[in-house]
């Protein structure tokens, strides 16, 4: 049985990617900070349940400790939990936006990197964003070009470098940065725009149920590799 951890799997592409690998046969651990909405979502899914606030260094080392008490290891990390920090800037809010989008990756993955060396294939699926990309962000025919987020935008960056050297400092687990394309979820309602998380969460799961030959360090959404 391949064991899953999602962090802020509560709603949104999170929830969705928990449904989808539970029908793939995974035990999937939903990690969520609310324990009312986590514990309600994974009684819905048929998961299981730890409170788990990315930017808590306590919360996130007894969520691990919990899994590895109960399952020794840990196949698939899928660090989804987000924040999009629109609006006006300022320096409290870009601490929290890049707490959450990138040093949380970093607690959460250094946390359970113990757990993910004990598994014979390990992955790990980082949920990033084109909107980080130069590339994206600097071309008129994209999306992400007419998207004001100057915090989410830099932060998912960030989320990304951290992908690639996770994937040269930890050469036997698979690292992959998920674009899952523009979605309807609580964070873009304002926006209007995006498809169901459903949808989008099909390439999270693609990417959380790659075989031991997959690839690691890279960017990619449903069409393949990113430039970034």
């Known amino acids: 049985m391949t064991v899953t951890l999602i962090t802020g799997a509560n709603k949104g ?18 990690g ?19 409170r788990l606030d990315v930017t808590d260094d306590a919360s996130v080392d007894s969520a691990l400790a919990a899994i590895g008490a109960a399952e020794g290891r840990l196949d698939v990390l899928v660090n989804n939990a987000g924040l999009l920090g629109h609006g006006d800037v300022d320096g409290r809010k ?11 990756i970093v607690r959460v993955t250094e946390a359970a990197l113990p757990l993910l060396r004990a598994s014979s294939n390990a992955t790990v699926v980082n949920v990033s964003s084109s909107a980080g990309s130069f590339w994206a962000v600097n071309n008129p025919d994209r999306v992400e070009s007419t998207l004001p987020l100057a915090l989410y935008s830099a932060s ?36 209007g725009i995006g498809r169901s998380p459903e949808e989008s969460a099909r390439v999270v799961v693609r990417f959380a149920t790659l075989d031991a030959d997959g690839p690691t360090g890279t960017l990619q959404d449903e069409g393949g590799v990113l430039p970034w």
């Open 32 to 50: 969520a900070r609310d324990v009312e909405r986590g514990e309600k979502a994974a009684a819905e899914l048929g998961a299981r349940f730890v």
């Open 156 to 191: 998912k960056a960030a989320a990304t470098m951290l992908t690639v050297q996770y994937a040269k400092a930890e050469p036997g687990i698979r690292f992959n940065a998920v674009e899952p394309g523009p979605t309807a979820t609580d964070m873009t309602a304002e926006f």
């Open 94 to 104: 870009a601490l929290r936006v890049f707490d959450t989008n990138a040093v949380g």
């Open 13 to 30: 592409i999170g929830y969705a990617t928990a449904k989808q690998l539970l029908e793939l046969g995974h035990t999937v651990y939903i």
